[in-house]
């Protein structure tokens, strides 16, 4: 059985359903999917088989959290396909990924990216904290095109991915700005590039996009001390003359992909603390960033209100509580937990009269 006869075979598909489907299947368009659920993935079967599958269109929204992003959800039967591609690709690319990149890969995450991280603040005196501009908008297509077909070999499976490739062109085209590159000409500014944010195969492709610039940073630049979550990445080193050496390489690596590295990024010593994922991290103590705290004491009011005027019921609330708490777990926080927690008061609708013949 080809790669591609087995994206295409029922059990992989199912599978895919029941991935895509996981805490979602409440929502509208994921119910009616799985209402006709055998005629549904039958359907993606034979499309994908006969070559006349066709992605559909994203619907686009914006959040502010962490910062302002335009989120682009495909529909669920493109959810679907994208799973059952991912199954089957995913584990040549995942042979090759370095150990210290902890974005969206099984039995890592941002709580382990966490660790690593500190560990080596107690080992190295100085680090380099860097993230990439623009990062998911600006990802050239070709360039990723070109590290896909080096894992993957059969030409369906390729033709799949540049479909889905093809889908997100210009879904994020107000999102970046055009950044010239050495060599580049007029056409350069014709080029493809952006991945929507929300596409599992986006989360999956940014991984395979960034993997040889994790070789580069461990092999060529031997860097001892490196962590990587998505596009924001640190180095570590004992030397400050070191990191300033290096940062100039990574700028002349990233150019290769065509990426920038945001402005700013300079090396500094471990004990001012390094911003990473919502904490700023010490040797021996981790701080969650104000704006964060904020951020939550905002939802936490929306959610008081709902559940006052009976809009949702306590059990959200509780769910919402209890995960923002696992995770501040993470992180010396027992005294804006309490401070924070210990402010919640409900005053719950009082439930009406009995009906008659209750």
């Known amino acids: 059985m080809t790669p591609f006869e087995h994206l295409c075979s029922w059990s992989n598909l199912l599978r895919a359903w029941h991935a895509a489907a996981r805490g979602k299947r409440g929502q509208p368009n994921v119910a009616a999917f799985e209402y006709r659920l055998e005629e549904n993935l039958l359907a993606l079967q034979s499309e994908l088989r006969s070559g006349c599958y066709r992605p559909g ?31 089957i690709i995913e584990p040549a690319f995942e042979r090759s990924f370095v150990a210290d990149s902890f974005a969206n890969r099984v039995g890592r995450g941002t709580h382990r990216a966490l660790d690593r991280l500190q560990h080596f603040t107690r080992r190295f005196r100085f680090a380099l904290p860097c993230d990439l501009r623009q990062f998911f908008p600006s990802v050239d297509h070709e360039s990723l095109f070109d590290t896909l077909a080096r894992k993957v070999s059969d030409a369906d499976v390729l033709r799949l991915c540049r ?22 000409d007029l056409f350069a500014a014709l080029r493809p590039r952006g991945l929507p944010i929300g596409n599992l195969t986006s989360q999956f492709w940014a991984n395979c996009h960034l993997n040889p610039f994790d070789h580069f940073v461990k092999r060529e630049l031997r860097c001892r001390g490196y962590v990587r979550y998505v596009d924001d990445f640190v180095l570590f080193a004992d030397d400050k003359r070191v990191l300033w050496e290096w940062q100039a390489a990574l700028v002349e690596r990233l ?3 065509r990426l920038t590295l945001h402005p700013g990024a300079h090396p500094q010593p471990v004990t001012e603390g390094i911003p990473f994922l919502g904490f700023t991290v010490y040797p021996h103590r981790r701080r969650l960033k104000p704006r964060k705290g904020f951020h939550f004491q905002r939802k936490l009011r929306a959610l008081r ?7 949702i019921p306590l059990a959200a609330v509780t769910a919402s509580v209890r995960s923002w708490a696992e995770h501040l777990r993470h992180g010396n926080t027992v005294g804006l937990r309490k401070a924070i927690l210990g402010e919640i008061r409900l005053k719950l609708p009082r439930p009406g009269p009995p009906t008659a013949g209750a």
């Open 57 to 87: 269109l994203y619907t686009s929204f914006l959040i502010h959290e962490p910062k302002r992003r335009l989120i682009s959800a495909a529909p669920f039967r493109d959810r679907v396909v994208h799973h059952a591609l991912c199954q």
């Open 163 to 184: 479909l889905i490739l093809d889908s997100g062109r210009g879904v994020l085209s107000g999102e970046s700005d055009l950044v010239w590159f050495p060599g580049d």
């Open 255 to 257: 150019a290769w992909l």
């Open 305 to 311: 209100a709902q559940c006052e005027a009976g809009d």
